[in-house]
């Protein structure tokens, strides 16, 4: 996102980005106390949008944030009828807050959430041509990465780390093995069996790796979810990030372990972008 949305629904209002504010005792502002999640509009349709819909409510449940969800669906049509952007390729975002309540740390009692909602004009390409170069660095990370939460300050530092430094990514190591990226998940294979870190409080299960490993089974493709040693990088064949709006890129290089020189990906993530590419024109 490169410049502010058009309009912001916030608590029932849709207003201009400049006139939407919160109280300086919201939780979300204070603590980052509150669940995310970004949903890609497809040639009309929210792509795997129930998936979307449902993390958000188990990341809700697991922080005991209490919020209808039945006002979703006639409060994003407007957000996106107000944006002009209905039935485009665009990025919604929803974020929901435990409210606003005099600054403690345990949770209020019978405080209302705050909901806050952005569309912003944006077509995915139909397969992501990105060749990655992406380093290695230790997971700082707490110990609930499952949850969906906006508290993303070690993710913020990791990639503006990377960043800096040119690269795309940061793959973090926890105890060891990589367990996920910055804003990404990530994938090995080697002797075309694909490997990933198990959906535990280590990573979150990611829509697109879900999607991913669902191909693998339609492809006939193994998979093993289990975790990659950092030493091990050198002796997979290929690697590649998932997310929603990288889709699928194709990893050419690991800290000094190069996959491939040039422009041509390995014969498995090219396969795997073809079959996503079939389900996004379906749908």
């Known amino acids: 996102m490169t410049e502010y949305p058009k309009k912001v629904y916030l608590n029932g209002k849709i207003l201009n980005h400049s006139e939407a504010k919160i109280s300086v ?5 204070l603590f980052g106390d509150s669940i995310y999640e970004v ?3 497809i040639n009309g349709k929210f ?3 129930q998936k979307h819909f449902q993390r958000l409510d188990k ?5 005991d944030i209490t919020f209808d969800k039945s006002i979703l669906e006639s409060s994003i049509h407007k957000l996106l009828e107000a944006s002009d952007l209905t039935g485009q390729d665009c ?5 929901v807050t435990r409210g606003i309540a005099p600054r403690a740390h345990s949770y209020p009692q019978n405080v209302a959430p705050t909901l806050m909602m952005y569309a912003s004009r944006k ?5 992501n041509q990105t060749h990655a170069s992406v380093i290695t660095i230790p997971d700082q990370r707490w110990l609930r990465c499952d949850i969906k939460t906006t508290s993303l300050i070690g993710n913020v530092m990791a990639n503006d780390h990377v960043t800096k430094q040119g690269y795309y990514e940061a ?5 060891g093995v990589i367990t996920e990226a910055s804003h990404c998940n990530v994938f090995f294979v080697k002797n075309n069996v694909i490997y990933t870190h198990p959906a535990n409080e280590f990573i979150l299960n990611g829509i697109t790796r879900q999607i991913v490993l669902e191909i693998c089974s339609d492809l006939h493709l193994e998979v093993r979810e289990e975790a990659i040693q950092q030493n091990s990088i050198n002796q997979m064949h290929e690697a590649f990030l998932t997310g929603t709006t990288v889709q699928i890129a194709s990893v050419r290089q690991i800290d000094d372990h190069i996959f491939y020189d040039g422009e041509e990906s390995g014969e498995v993530v090219k396969k795997l972008q073809q079959a996503f590419l079939k389900i996004k024109d379906k749908q």
């Open 25 to 29: 005792f919201d939780r979300g502002f």
């Open 39 to 41: 949903v890609a509009q």
């Open 47 to 49: 792509f795997y949008g």
């Open 59 to 63: 990341s809700l449940k697991k922080v």
């Open 91 to 95: 990025i919604l975002y929803i974020q």
């Open 123 to 127: 077509t995915l390409p139909d397969i």
């Open 171 to 175: 793959l973090f190591v926890r105890n």
